[in-house]
């Protein structure tokens, strides 16, 4: 059974830093896109950032590019997001998705076939 547990989010100050951490288990993830979304309440779900468990490139939303990092831990099926200079609409529940697609940067939650729970991020103004 794929499991995916989002942990590290929290309330943190504009400005600040908050690091997300995705572990992943049941099944052998070589193959699969790792992508991080966020929804905030009213509004659909979006992406935030790409990478994949083979090679090192990524790929982000602009909204977030030059702030947020993603990097994964092959040894501990882990992948994360290092998120600096957060800002009150960075607001929202974070999401860790996995999925096996041919397309470079899926950057649709169409293309992600497990999800995590979910992790609460809050910055306040």
């Known amino acids: 059974q794929v499991q995916l547990v989002e942990s590290g989010g929290g309330l943190v100050q504009a400005g600040g830093s908050l690091k997300l951490s995705c572990a992943a288990s049941?099944?052998?993830?070589?193959?699969?896109?790792m992508g991080w979304f966020r929804q905030a309440p009213g509004k659909e779900r979006e992406f935030v950032a790409v990478?994949?468990?083979?090679?090192?490139?990524?790929y982000y939303a602009n909204s977030v590019k030059g702030r947020f990092t993603i990097s994964r831990d092959n040894a501990k099926n882990t992948v994360y997001l290092q998120m600096n200079s957060l800002k009150p609409e960075d607001t929202a529940v974070y999401y860790c998705?996995?999925?096996?697609?041919?397309?470079?940067?899926?950057?649709?939650?169409?293309?992600?076939?497990?999800w995590g729970q979910g992790t609460q991020v809050t910055v306040s103004s």
């Open positions: 990478i994949r468990w083979s090679g090192s490139a990524t």
């Open positions: 998705a996995a999925g096996v697609t041919p397309i470079q940067w899926p950057t649709s939650p169409r293309n992600y076939e497990y």
């Open positions: 049941g099944r052998t993830f070589s193959n699969y896109a």
